[in-house]
């Protein structure tokens, strides 16, 4: 149980074009999600959290008109990359606890690269 | 600062059993430890987690010492699939900061 899915799991664009990622849980519902950004031989670094109903509150750091979070529902989340520069390429992954205390569950990612 | 401290990277033999260490000498009474694993191009895999006490699943033993400053996640018999990057986390009910992490390379 506790299934997080992320799509696309890898997406190319071109420079100035908008790209949404999608993640969905899929067997529980998930009042907040974590965004998460990772660069080659890097960490993981929490870009946003996106709480369902309500805006999202971003790390410092991340532009929160580049990178917009909506959380409609319980079960899903979306990011979009607005205007996608090279420099946005990277590896993209969401996450959620089923319930606030629970470990969070991660998706598989979505590779971005923007040409 | 609420990272943890982790080695860069640690060897093991295959079937012997794997030792990591983590520090997280500021840790608060209400954080947890998560213990989670990487593998290439994939998302975190959850592994286990503590508060004070010593844990145990099907996948590994999480020791943490008494004063709470450190702690040590064992996979009993280390298989070649266990190379991963191994992060230590300090979580209460909110965000989950990423240090580093340890990458585990089980030889042969």
């Known amino acids: 149980g506790a299934v997080v899915s992320q799509h696309p799991s890898w997406v190319i664009c071109k420079s100035g074009t908008s790209v949404k990622i999608e993640c969905r849980s899929l067997?529980?519902?998930?009042?907040?999600m974590f965004w998460y950004r990772q660069f080659p031989k890097q960490s993981l670094m929490l870009m946003a959290t996106?709480?369902?109903?309500?805006?999202?509150?971003?790390e410092q750091g991340v532009e929160k008109d580049k990178f917009l979070i909506n959380h409609a529902s319980l079960t899903l989340s979306t990011l979009t990359v607005t205007s996608a520069h090279p420099e946005d390429s990277s590896f993209y992954i969401c996450?959620?606890?089923?319930?606030?205390?629970?470990?969070?569950?991660f998706g598989n990612g979505t590779r971005l690269t923007v040409t | 600062d609420a990272k943890t401290t982790q080695p860069t990277s640690m060897d093991c033999a295959e079937g012997r059993a794997a030792n990591l260490p983590c520090n997280h000498s500021?840790?608060?009474?209400?954080?947890?430890v998560y213990w989670y694993r990487q593998i290439h191009s994939q998302g975190p895999q959850y592994i286990i987690h503590?508060?004070?006490n010593n844990e145990t699943n099907e996948m590994a033993s999480l020791i943490i010492t008494e004063d709470r400053k450190s702690s040590t996640l064992i996979l009993p018999h280390a298989t070649l699939r266990d190379t991963a990057v191994y992060y230590c986390?300090?979580?209460?009910?909110?965000?989950?900061?990423f240090g580093d992490g340890t990458t585990l390379t089980v030889k042969p």
């Open positions: 996450s959620a606890p089923p319930t606030p205390n629970s470990p969070l569950h």
């Open positions: 500021t840790i608060s009474g209400n954080e947890y």
């Open positions: 067997d529980f519902q998930a009042t907040t």
């Open positions: 996106s709480n369902e109903g309500s805006k999202a509150t971003y």
């Open positions: 503590g508060l004070k």
């Open positions: 986390i300090r979580r209460s009910a909110g965000k989950s900061t």
